[in-house]
């Protein structure tokens, strides 16, 4: 069983739609989670950074977090053609030494015009 | 502020050569990551390094790659002797202080291709 599991979509919307992001993880040690948007050939950047349960908001961004299920996710309101990306889940352990995420597979979502 | 940089953004080597990958850490970061991303899946941890040292090597493959961040210089990946299943985008990342609330932030990558 692999450790985050994320559906790798293609998610196509038309623009303007509600889009909902989600992982489901397996160790329950995971204590922060991360959403990243990733442009084709280009580096993974951080959207959204969270530790515990519940919600947090940033702009037209979403994370929900709901550790007794072990599921996160993302929403997008108002999405824009500008939001077509691959979105990446990532998670990262509260103890040891290293400081390394565990990412999902991540999901293409396509904003239609 | 520049953000990590990595270079060079393309590699194209030959199977059997050398490939040498480098990455600078965002300003006043001494902590950096290496991760691997191949065709249709996520990125995979490979190792992580402050300066100097090692921290946490478990997901680099046990021959042909190695790591190292001097004190002074960009962080190097090494892959000798490559192979095609070598090609992916190697992206780094780096952080502050290393606490578990520090955020990563990555470079643009290096598209390896082994021909």
């Known amino acids: 069983q692999k450790e985050v599991e994320q559906d790798p979509g293609p998610l196509s919307v038309p623009e303007g739609a509600i889009v909902s992001l989600n992982c489901t993880y397996s160790n329950s040690a995971f204590q922060y989670f991360m959403w990243y948007r990733q442009y084709s050939r280009k580096g993974p950047e951080l959207l959204m950074y969270t530790y515990s349960s519940g919600n947090k908001e940033d702009g037209r961004f979403t994370a929900q977090v709901d550790k007794s299920s072990k599921y996160i996710s993302l929403f997008i309101r108002d999405s824009q053609p500008s939001d077509s990306a691959t979105y990446l889940c990532?998670?990262?352990?509260?103890?040891?030494?290293?400081?390394?995420?565990?990412f999902g597979t991540g999901t293409l979502l396509a904003v239609q015009p | 502020n520049a953000g990590v940089m990595q270079n060079p953004r393309h590699l194209v080597r030959r199977r059997g050569q050398e490939a040498r990958l480098r990455c600078s850490p965002m300003?006043?970061?001494?902590?950096v990551y290496w991760y691997r991303q191949l065709p249709e899946e996520g990125l995979k941890f490979m190792v992580y390094l402050q300066k100097e040292n090692i921290i946490d090597e478990s997901g680099m493959p046990k021959e042909r790659f190695s790591a190292e961040f001097p004190k002074e210089g960009p962080s190097i990946l090494r892959i000798q002797q490559v192979v095609r299943g070598d090609s992916a985008a190697y992206f780094c990342?780096?952080?502050?202080?290393?606490?578990?609330?520090?955020?990563?932030?990555f470079g643009s990558g290096t598209q390896l291709s082994v021909l």
């Open positions: 300003k006043g970061h001494s902590h």
């Open positions: 990532a998670q990262k352990r509260s103890g040891g030494a290293t400081n390394k995420l565990i």
């Open positions: 990342a780096s952080s502050g202080a290393g606490g578990k609330n520090e955020k990563l932030f």
